[in-house]
C-alpha cells in the first residue's frame, strides 16, 4: 500500500512562486517514478511533470522553463518548484506514482494564481 499526501499549495500572484510537496509512506519511493497532475475547474487531469527512480525529469511543454521536479529519496518526497506563475496555472496538482499494477494518487492541493 502507498500513500500520497500533498502539501505546499496555495494563492499567489502571477508571477510568484510556490513549491509542491508530496510526501509517500512505504519502502518502495526510491525504486518508482513519481508524477505531478494538475486538473483546473471543468477539465481533464493532466500530466505535468514526472521523474524517473534515477532523476531524469520531464515535463509538458506549458511548465518547461518554469517548473523544476526533484526528489529526495531519503525523504521519500518528490517536489515541483513552480515559477514565474501563470493564470493558466490555476489548478488541484496531484501525486501519483503506480506500484504493484494499481495507481496511487495523492488528496490534490489547490494552486490559485491571480493576475
Known amino acids: 500500500q502507498v500513500q500520497l499526501v500533498e502539501s505546499g499549495g496555495g494563492l499567489v500572484q502571477a508571477g510568484g512562486s510556490l513549491r509542491l510537496s508530496c510526501g509517500a509512506t512505504?519502502?518502495?519511493?526510491?525504486?518508482?517514478?513519481m508524477r505531478w497532475y494538475r486538473q483546473a475547474p471543468g477539465k481533464q487531469r493532466d500530466l505535468v511533470a514526472a521523474?524517473?527512480?534515477?532523476?531524469?525529469?520531464n515535463y509538458v511543454d506549458s511548465v518547461k522553463g518554469r517548473f523544476t521536479i526533484s526528489r529526495d529519496n531519503a525523504k521519500n518526497t518528490v517536489y515541483l518548484q513552480m515559477n514565474n506563475l501563470k493564470v493558466e496555472d490555476t489548478a488541484v496538482y496531484y501525486c501519483?506514482?503506480?506500484?504493484?499494477?494499481?495507481?496511487?494518487w495523492g488528496q490534490g492541493i489547490q494552486v490559485a494564481v491571480s493576475s
Open positions: 512505504g519502502s518502495i519511493f526510491s525504486s518508482r517514478t
Open positions: 501519483n506514482t503506480e506500484a504493484w499494477g494499481s495507481s496511487y
Open positions: 521523474i524517473t527512480r534515477g532523476g531524469s525529469p
